[in-house]
């Protein structure tokens, strides 16, 4: 069975009496591992695609299953939990809080999981040896470089232990050896049995997935699944270092 199973949504906006379709009759399964990227041009409906994913948002018309759960049936407690439990999020800008350190960054996914103190602390550590940056844990964000950040935010993401990781544009405000080494820390951590989900406007980057779903005007305008063609997955090219 599918982790996500998306099912003829769209998503509809009138705006002075016009109706704009942000996503138009779109389909698609993802399987628990997969590691893939949805990809498109500015305004193509790509993020608007995620949020709704990553239960952000609702689609207009259609119905997504998340890990058995029908998400158009559940509550706006039951989306929190969902959100907060199955799914983290690792976007562009980092959105690190400036006055906490990096583990107290780590640590606020779990605030309200009723764990201890020493519990999230013994998580957040953890999570900080994934990425590399378990001696960084008492600086402030603005103490470390943009791409160590981001790791923190990848740490952030999956402290929870997700099923899911949805991760826009997440290279974008890197330089291009820094953002190759996040792209190849997301393909350590596929390549550990994590699913992840990239949603980028940049081919290049879309190329390190096996899998790459391409909206165009809010539709599926194509798709490149190695299960499909019967391979296995379709190499990716030799990305640098962590930084």
């Known amino acids: 069975m599918a982790l996500i199973e998306v099912r003829n949504i769209s998503k509809l906006y009138h705006l002075g009496g016009e109706e704009i379709r942000a996503l138009d009759d779109v389909s698609l ?5 997969e590691f893939i ?3 498109g041009p500015s305004g193509s409906g790509k993020s608007t695609l995620m949020h709704i994913l990553g239960c952000l948002d609702s689609p ?14 559940a509550t706006p407690h039951q989306l929190a939990g969902i959100r907060n439990r199955k ?22 996914p779990m605030v309200y999981s009723g764990l201890s103190s020493r519990e999230r602390r013994e998580h957040s550590m953890a999570a900080l040896k994934l990425v590399g940056l378990e001696n960084r844990s008492k600086h402030r964000p603005m103490q470390i470089s943009g791409g160590q950040q981001q790791r923190v935010a990848i740490a952030r993401a ?39 989900a990239l949603v980028t406007h940049d081919p290049e980057i879309a190329a390190v997935t096996p899998r790459r779903i391409e909206i165009r005007d809010g539709k599926i305008a194509k ?16 990305l640098s270092a962590n930084p």
């Open 158 to 196: 999956l402290v929870n232990n997700p099923k899911i990781i949805f991760a826009d544009e997440p290279t974008g405000n890197l330089d291009s050896n820094t953002g190759e080494a996040i792209l190849e820390l997301f393909r350590k951590l596929s390549s550990e049995g994590r699913t992840i």
């Open 37 to 39: 990227s949805i990809i």
């Open 223 to 238: 798709e490149v699944d190695p299960k499909l063609a019967g391979l296995n997955r379709i190499p990716a090219p030799a």
């Open 87 to 108: 799914i983290g999020f690792v976007f562009q800008f980092f959105n690190l809080l400036p006055k906490l350190n990096v583990l107290q960054n780590v640590e606020l």
């Open 60 to 73: 207009t018309l259609g119905t997504i299953k998340l890990d058995g759960t029908m998400i158009e049936k």
């Open 29 to 33: 399964d993802i399987d628990g591992g």
